[in-house]
């Protein structure tokens, strides 16, 4: 049986753990502890040598019930927060609902995740519930573009199917596909002159690069594909013709084949207005983590669904607009899918979560862990 005032203790005692992103060892040692209490060896593996971040990623595995055959599950979460995210005053109102102070953040993301995944643990063992293998990554810098997640090792890895306690929306929801996100850097180079006693003899970055973006198709491409110029940076003395811009921009979707025409077609934009112009460019792309996809029919789509009808949540299949670590699980070849906890207005001093949902959330990771051994 969840414990509900256990359940919003812990979690308000993990968000008063200052743990903005890049500022992770307070937490990261709390979290260790709490695993050790509980009976689990807790490995840190190395990312923070490659992430610079105060903290790497945690690693527990929890080995299955003897005589159990179940599928090896993995369940995620990320310890980091977004700022304002410092001395943290959690409180419940009459009205269920878990607020700060309106001077910070709340930390729901994802502490909400943790703390209900504390609860399940426990009730698996007071219950003394048979399970498969359990295997609990918590990571680093997930607000940090994903950098934990990105820098792990994949051999540390062991699970058939993945689930991140990390997404908004009702619990009962299910992300079951999210975009590839590629950054693009764009420089134009162009020639400098002075503006006002031989402008010809120039060459305006400004201009070319106001050219190059007005040809692109930007914004919402079709359902599954956007892009965006997040960044035009370049000029100078207003007497000077400007050589040199930069242009930081993204495109994401769900099918990897749009973004790599989307990629393209900016690139295309890009070159051609410059050639235009006698202007010379640079072009970089990275793509920053892979798009995954599930259907109903999916093995993992129906066993969170089971789930779901035993809690008696309504089930919501929805895609997503955003990346979340399980972006990488599913690069790494571990299915995984991002569950919907019951936040809302994260990111903000308005953050908020009932702590009902708290308690749907522990029950969900429970009734999964039973529906993987039935």
Known sequence: MIKEERLVQEFFELVRVDSETRNERK???????????????????DSQE??????????VTWPATRGVNAPKLLFT??????????????????????????????????????SAL???IRVIQEQNLPHGQIQFVITVGEESS??????????MLDAEFGFALDCGGAVGGIAVAAPSVAKIQMVIKGKSAHAGVNPEDGISAIQVASKAISAMKLGRIDKDTTANIGKFAGGGPTNVVCDLVQIDAEARSTVQDK??????????????????YNAECEFRCEIAYPAYSFNEQDEIVKLASRAIAAE???????????????????GLKV????????????????????????????????????????
Not at 316 to 329: H, Q, R, V, W, Y
Request: contains cysteine; glycine residues 12%; hydrophobic residues 40%.
């Open 146 to 155: 994903l950098m934990g997640a990105r820098a792990m090792n994949p051999e």
């Open 259 to 276: 973004i790599d025409r989307q990629i393209a077609s900016m690139r295309e934009a890009l070159e051609t207005t410059v050639r235009d």
């Open 50 to 59: 490659r992430t610079g971040h105060g903290a790497g990623n945690l690693f």
């Open 27 to 45: 937490i990261n040692d709390v979290l260790k502890g709490k695993f050790t209490a509980l009976g689990f060896e807790v490995t840190e593996d």
């Open 77 to 114: 979460c990320h310890m980091d927060t977004v700022v304002p995210g410092q001395n943290i005053k959690p409180s419940l109102g009459e009205d269920g609902w878990i607020r700060s102070d309106g001077t910070t953040i709340l930390g729901a993301d994802d502490k909400a995740g943790l």
């Open 118 to 120: 504390f609860e399940a």
């Open 312 to 330: 008696g949540l309504q089930l919501e299949l929805f895609p997503t607009g955003g990346g979340s670590d399980a972006n990488i699980f599913n």
């Open 335 to 374: 299915p995984t899918l991002n569950l919907s906890i019951g936040y809302e207005d994260i990111h903000t001093t308005q953050e908020r979560i009932k702590a009902a949902d708290l308690v749907k959330v522990a029950g969900l990771v429970v009734a999964i862990v039973k529906e993987s051994v039935n």
